[in-house]
């Protein structure tokens, strides 16, 4: 793959979540009874950012738990057990929470689509939402994102990179061509 654009750099990226922090408390008016899931992986460390984000902004803590969506995922197969999280950790009860699910890229809405069977096998909280910090559009399921940070309209043939400090060593969000 090919480096078509760097779109965004570190401060971009801190500048969005606290954005997104903001948006995430107005829209919920304030941010009681209100908890983060990252997606794994890289859901996982914007969704902790977004928590300290909405704490230095509401002075309130926000539960973060992590979802591993790999055996909800539709281009797997399907086996007759019940599917085991053998990665998700969310310590907490969702229900009656607004959970916000929290990821680093929606393309085709999939990914949501598991994550949100996933969530509804750990109870049934009163309102689901989505994060994202990319929509790079061509969304195959009815899915839309609450919260996105940047939209970055893409064609097939490119992909997105979301580099986090926390996996990658480095903040960025780039375009590649294949």
């Known amino acids: 793959m090919e480096l078509k654009a760097q779109i965004l750099n570190e401060s971009d990226i801190s500048r969005m ?11 919920n008016h ?48 399907k086996s007759e057990d019940a599917p085991v999280l053998t990665d998700t950790k969310v310590d907490f009860d969702i229900k009656g929470k607004t959970v916000v699910l929290v990821d680093d890229v929606i393309y085709t809405g999939r990914t949501a689509r598991a994550a949100l ?29 609450n919260f996105v940070g940047k939209n970055i309209p893409t064609s097939l043939d490119e992909a997105v990179a979301v580099r986090l400090y926390e996996y990658d060593g480095e903040n960025s969000v780039a375009i590649y061509t294949k």
């Open 30 to 77: 304030g941010t009681g009874d209100l908890c983060l899931i990252g997606i794994k992986s890289r859901g996982v460390p914007l969704a902790k950012r977004l928590a300290q984000n909405i704490y230095e902004i509401d002075n309130n803590i926000i539960q973060v738990g992590e979802l591993d969506i790999t055996h909800y995922r539709d281009d797997r197969e």
């Open 17 to 27: 979540l606290k954005r997104i922090a903001h948006q995430i408390i107005e829209k």
């Open 117 to 145: 069977d996933a969530v509804l096998d750990l109870g049934r909280p009163q309102k689901i939402q989505l994060c994202v910090l990319i929509d790079r559009g061509h969304s195959e399921l009815p899915i839309k994102a």
